[in-house]
């Protein structure tokens, strides 16, 4: 049962899975196009700053405790936590990007008919945690490892967009998922023990810079 835990957890993860998650920069393509981010170095503190602040930390709270409801058999309560979520995201390009891959994965989900996926049917616009959080629960991951799995997929793919967009290369990439990965135990603590309340993702630049994408002239990603 743990090894088939582990296994659905790297399927979780992959960059294979059919979501779309590559697509997006979540602000940082805007970052990179003013110069604020234009090296290794200031690509590691903008990264690390929205893991802390942003919606990755903020995200990975929501996926703890819908993981609880899920295990409680409380559809209402993972929706009603969705919605609150979806209310948090303060541009359209946010809120359209965890749309987007949560009704992507609900949909495979469904394609691959692997476990009943009704009560998210119940769910209209379902995010991207709402989503993951499901299937960790039907594929008995631990809750340390969701949250982790989660905040490892949201690192790798702003280190990748920043591999591509500032450039740097392979091996600038993979210098900063070996700073950054070793961080990614303790937001998890953080995340497994934050109650709800204090879930927060109060960055008015990443608003900002997430606006300013919208009307960007020239744009590799979609957020």
Known sequence: MIAQSWIRLIQLI????????????????????????????????????????????????????MIQAWKSNDTAQALKWNEDLLA????????????????SLRRLFLDLDCFPAQPLQQCEQCSFPLSWSYAAVH??????????GYLWSW???QVLAAVKLVPLGQTAGQSLLLKLGPLLPHFTAKALHTPISQA???MPALALASCCHETQYTRLFRS
């Open 14 to 65: 992959s960059p294979v899975l059919p979501v779309g998650a590559y697509t997006y920069s979540q602000g940082l393509e805007w970052a990179v196009e003013k110069g604020q981010v234009h090296d290794q170095s200031s690509a590691c503190v903008w990264i690390e700053d929205c893991l802390e602040y942003g919606c990755a930390l903020f995200d990975a709270v929501y996926i703890a405790h």
């Open 155 to 157: 690192l790798e793919n």
């Open 139 to 148: 594929w008995n991951l631990e809750p340390d490892q969701a949250v982790m």
């Open 88 to 103: 948090s995201r303060e541009s359209a390009e946010l809120r359209a990007e965890t749309l987007q891959m949560g009704l």
């Open 200 to 202: 927060a993702n109060y």
